[in-house]
T-cell receptor
């Protein structure tokens, strides 16, 4: 079974600084995908970034990058130049890469990020 | 293109009442899922569907039923509501994973309280 661990219940960062949100995962699959979602206080789930297990380069999407270390089974989210609007809950999630389970997400418990002015 | 829609946004039920949470998507996605979100628990999969007429259980299926008669709709039924089902419910959809990214699109959520 897959498991996602987010060890930081809460994080604080100063506006304009970079912040790293930790995510480790456990799976016996060779093929899998890793996602990060943002949930602001309004409640919707916003897709941020995706990394496939066979992707050789770390994924980047604007100010978001994913520090993927396969051997360590970690997929940390890096947010550069934090903005006040980045204050939200962040979820790491994993999907299996093959067979009939490649659409079921397993989520971590989340990290609440607060950006201070 | 409305994406994934859910109704209602808020609902209060009494213990033992039944209701249906509605979910619809207009992206012609094959895969649809229901998750519940509880404080400190992240999101957990309740039921999912890989296409019309095909459904299966997720991690926490007890107390919930689903059906998928069309590609667009995937309602979640609570047959006899219990206080333990107080939660925020999210519906999600995604296309078949033919490429590297099968991003799941989430609806806005339904906040359910069972008294």
């Amino acid at each position: 079974a897959q498991k996602i661990t987010q060890t930081q219940p809460g994080m604080f960062v100063q506006e304009k600084e970079a912040v790293t949100l930790d995510c480790t995962y456990d799976t016996s699959d060779q093929s899998y995908g890793l996602f990060w979602y943002k949930q602001p206080s309004s409640g919707e789930m916003i897709f941020l970034i995706y990394q496939g297990s066979y992707d050789e380069q770390n994924a980047t999407e604007g100010r978001y990058s994913l520090n993927f270390q396969k051997a360590r089974k970690s997929a940390n989210l890096v947010i550069s130049a934090s903005q006040l609007g980045d204050s939200a809950m962040y979820f790491c999630a994993m999907v299996r890469g093959s067979g009939g389970s490649n659409y079921k997400l397993t989520f971590g418990k989340g990290t609440l990020l607060t950006v201070n002015p | 293109n409305a994406g994934v829609t859910q109704t209602p946004k808020f609902q209060v039920l009494k213990t033992g009442q039944s209701m249906t949470l509605q979910c619809a998507q207009d992206m012609n996605h094959e895969y649809m899922s229901w998750y519940r979100q509880d404080p400190g628990m992240g999101l957990r999969l309740i039921h999912y569907s890989v296409g019309a007429g095909i459904t299966d259980q997720g991690e926490v299926p007890n107390g919930y039923n689903v059906s998928r008669s069309t590609t667009e709709d995937f309602p979640l039924r609570l047959l006899s509501a219990a206080p333990s089902q107080t939660s925020v419910y999210f519906c999600a959809s995604s296309r078949a994973r033919t490429q590297r990214n099968n991003e799941q699109f989430f609806g806005p959520g339904t906040r359910l309280t069972v008294l």
